[in-house]
């Protein structure tokens, strides 16, 4: 199996479908848990709610690794380089729904759900050189998810491709 990467907004379903998929067999990397056991955090950002991740190191100790044959789960995986990145996306209400759950503050709700909005992810994994997927969680249980990942893994996915989704005429509620 090829290095993959489970990318997306947070709260679009990846910690989830990442279960079901280790329950499966698959070997799953949490990215949060390796940088945080590497010191990757930075600074927080109190006023964003957030801790920035340097990159390139992530990027050069992750490469360390000795076993680059992995689905690694995280909303920042897609600069790994891996050769596959799927990205989770997921309706703006439904992803501030999620998010609120969470006990996220509504500043980084918006900032979130403004990201889905804008393609953000997508648009960062498309500049990679890995062929990228997406699959649309808003209606899609956690299991149904990860069956939809697994048809990617298998080959069966090119219906999903990049551009499928497009909340686009969700700008005016949301800026």
Partial sequence: MPLIAMTGTP???????????????????????FIADNGLLGEED????TREVDIESMRTLFSKRSKLSAIVEGHLSHFLGCDI???????PDVLAERLRARGYLESKVRENVQAEIL?????????????????????LTPKETAE???????GKGNHQVPGSTDWSGETDRWF
């Fill in 11 to 33: 709260g679009t379903g990846k910690t989830s479908a990442a279960e079901y998929l280790r329950q499966r067999g698959y070997e799953i990397i949490d990215l949060n848990a």
């Fill in 46 to 49: 109190a006023e964003r709610d």
């Fill in 85 to 91: 990145v799927v990205v989770f996306r997921c309706h």
């Fill in 119 to 139: 393609d953000v992810i997508l648009c960062e994994a498309d500049g990679s050189k890995a062929r990228v997927f997406e699959i649309d969680t808003t209606k």
């Fill in 148 to 154: 939809r990942m697994e048809e990617i893994i298998k």
